[in-house]
């Protein structure tokens, strides 16, 4: 480490920069202690600067929203000047901002609705819920009662009273339509008066029932996405229910314009609290665009946003008017060409849509992925004596392996026009069949258009062949895992694990979900194994899939945490280390997102970006407590330079 810096000239300056960074191992400076410009001195921490090098740091100086100095006590000392403000971190943990390449930024603070806020409840809790809000939010018959944030995969427990989600929602408003928004963004509920106004595509009210959705019917292409027995519709057929505005949902209301505005400084506080200065929005619309312009300029936008550009409705109709797409990308993109802040250069493009079924329904909902095989029909019943969960006869197949919703060759001409005209293109891929159809599109565009370096992402990554994990790797590709679902959780993963690995009568749950054999253990949300064939890890919270906080602490946990007894020896083989975790929420987030020579690392000349832990999280492993990690609070967040979150007692 430097200790005292001389005044140098420009010329000698830059010679002793190159000299000192070759003899002391990554200190960096950028000498500007004659300047009487204010700056701020950060001293006494254990800085992790992700850079290059993993460099660590005890101090670093900032002047005009940048890193001018990274390096030691003594050297930052002497950049001092009568505008100098000094920050003691007390041997705090520092890192760069954190990135969060997959998230939907407005769902993230609950709006004023009707609410469940993801929790996991049964079905007479529910029908309560419901009769509750009816009064403050549809309070006359006929009105339409819109329910935000209910779990598909969690809870919803029959209950003596009510058998299935569908009575309780009869029972709950038989005079109201009810919709249940998912916290997933592809699958709602319905009672039956909802599911009454289905409408075709001349607005002819026709009703979702057995002679619509039967073969020949009305609504024929929509029986994979329809469970009749539960009211639960996924996908593009919810668009078939004319749901009103309601205030909140519609995009083009006034009124939802009105609402989503009230809550902005609450996402911006919830970000910075959590330390996040750089997002990928992953669904960006024309309304959530202008969310974000308010933002900007009410002067709460304190992070970078890579806002995509969405055409989901379009997606799962599987059409592809694919010279209007690329006008509409193109124009979004221009708008936003001079924007600090703000960028739209990337595409999102879903590619099927979830994995997860309900095997108690009668006949069993399947999933809709894309998959390699076909699905498996499980039988799985509740024994009512003991309240476990019984295979009562070996499964068959299914006759369907889900779907993907572009055929190959029109994803191989989409994928090769965005990537020819320069945009990153971000997939939704669950199902092992849609990544494989993915990868095979982003080849062609390589092949075609030659490796301009754009950096594509892959998000979700459910399930993907062994094979398929080597050609992320050879590709390149950015993969963006949400690592909190990565854990195994027996009530979720029974609604996966037997649609996909065959059962058997009698056999023990525990057996059936998490056989080493089996072809999950190897193709379930394949992370170290993608990573060793040469992918990128970065990270994504899907926020407010499964919870509105993006926590990305508790994602962090939950991705490197593989000590014997913890109880996840089924997915240990997957786990990473805490460097790599750091660098997928810090550098390659940046990268991912064409902004690594912005961000993503604390060095000289890049925005300074960086947060103040309270806790060491390399002393955490050494300890063998990584799990701790999920605890950690962040400080002090610091975008371009100023502080936009801190906690009294970090306070200057």
């Known amino acids: 480490m430097d200790s005292k810096q001389r005044r140098l000239g420009p010329q000698p300056r830059l010679m002793g920069a190159l000299l000192l960074g070759t003899l002391l191992g990554g200190c960096q400076q950028e000498n500007n202690s004659t ?14 600067t992700q850079d290059g090098q993993s460099s660590q740091a005890e101090a670093i100086v900032v002047q005009g929203g940048k890193f001018v100095y990274v390096g030691s006590h003594d050297g930052a000392e002497a950049y001092q000047n009568k505008g100098t403000q000094v920050v003691d971190l007390r041997g705090r943990m520092v890192l760069p901002g954190l990135h969060d390449n997959h998230i939907h930024l407005l769902g993230t603070v609950a ?20 009769r509750e809000c009816l009064p403050r939010y549809a309070p006359k018959p006929g009105e339409w009662l819109v329910v935000n944030q209910w779990s598909p995969y969690d809870g919803n427990t029959p209950t003596a009273t009510h058998a299935t989600l569908l009575a309780a929602l009869d029972a709950a408003a038989p005079d109201n339509p009810i919709m249940l928004a998912g916290v997933d963004g592809h699958a709602s509920a319905y009672n039956s008066r ?14 979702f029932n057995g002679a619509s959705l039967a073969p020949g019917g009305v609504f024929e292409a929509f029986i994979p996405y329809v469970d009749l027995a539960s009211g639960v519709i996924r996908d593009g057929a919810r668009n078939a229910i004319p749901v009103p505005d309601t205030d909140v949902l519609s995009a083009s209301d006034d009124q939802a314009a009105t609402q989503y505005d009230k809550i902005l400084p609450a996402i911006s506080e919830l970000m910075a609290s959590r330390g996040i200065t750089g997002i990928q929005d992953a669904c960006a619309t024309d309304f959530i665009r202008q969310r974000l ?5 009410q002067d709460l936008l304190h992070m970078r946003v890579t806002a995509a550009t969405c055409f989901h409705a379009e997606d799962y109709a599987g059409t592809l008017d694919l010279g209007a797409r690329l006008a509409k990308a193109r124009e979004v993109r221009e708008s936003f060409a001079d924007n600090p802040l703000i960028k739209a250069d990337a595409v999102k493009i879903f590619l099927d849509g979830v994995i997860e079924g309900d095997p108690f329904t009668d006949p069993v909902f399947l999933p809709n992925a894309g998959m390699l095989e076909n699905y498996h029909r499980p039988h799985l019943a509740m024994d009512t004596s003991s309240g476990a969960v019984i295979i009562t006869a070996d499964s068959e197949d299914a006759g369907s392996n889900g779907i993907v919703n572009y055929s190959d060759g029109d994803l191989k001409r989409y994928v090769g026009a965005l990537d020819k005209e320069g945009f990153s293109i971000h997939m939704h891929s669950i199902g092992d069949r849609s990544t494989r159809m993915g990868l095979d599109a982003l080849s062609a565009a390589r092949a075609s258009n030659g490796d301009h370096g754009i950096p594509h992402t892959l998000a979700h990554l459910q399930v993907v062949h062994p094979d398929d994990q080597k050609r992320l790797g050879e590709l390149g590709l950015y993969l963006t895992f949400t690592y909190a679902w990565t854990t ?20 023990p749950l525990s057996e059936a979900l998490y056989d080493s054999l089996g072809y999950l253990h190897e193709a379930l949300y394949p992370v170290e194994s993608s990573r060793k064939a040469g992918a990128v890890l970065v990270a994504g919270s899907d926020a407010p899939v499964d919870s509105r906080d993006p926590r990305p602490f508790e994602n962090m946990a939950a991705g490197i945490i593989k000590a014997a007894g913890s109880g996840d020896e089924y997915r240990a083989s997957q786990r990473i280390s805490l460097t790599e975790m750091l660098a997928a929420y810090t550098i390659n987030g940046a990268r991912a997102v064409r902004q690594g020579e912005i961000t993503g690392s604390i060095e000289v000349g890049k925005s300074a970006d960086f947060i103040v832990l309270d806790r060491d999280l390399f002393a955490l492993v050494e300890a063998g407590t990584p799990e701790q990690i999920a605890d950690t609070r962040v400080e002090r967040t610091v975008f371009q330079g100023e502080t936009v979150y801190t906690t009294p007692d970090m306070t200057p």
């Open 111 to 130: 709006l004023d609705m009707c609410d469940l806020d993801g929790q996991s409840i049964d079905l007479d809790e529910l029908a309560a819920r419901v």
């Open 293 to 297: 312009r308010n933002m900007q300029g």
């Open 194 to 207: 909802a599911l009454a106004l289905a409408a075709d595509q001349d607005g002819n009210t026709v009703g």
């Open 35 to 48: 300047s009487q410009a204010p700056n701020t001195l950060y001293l006494n921490g254990k800085i992790h």
């Open 488 to 507: 195994p959780q027996l009530a979720y993963d029974m609604l996966v694990t037997p649609f996909i690995q065959p059962t058997r009568a009698g056999q």
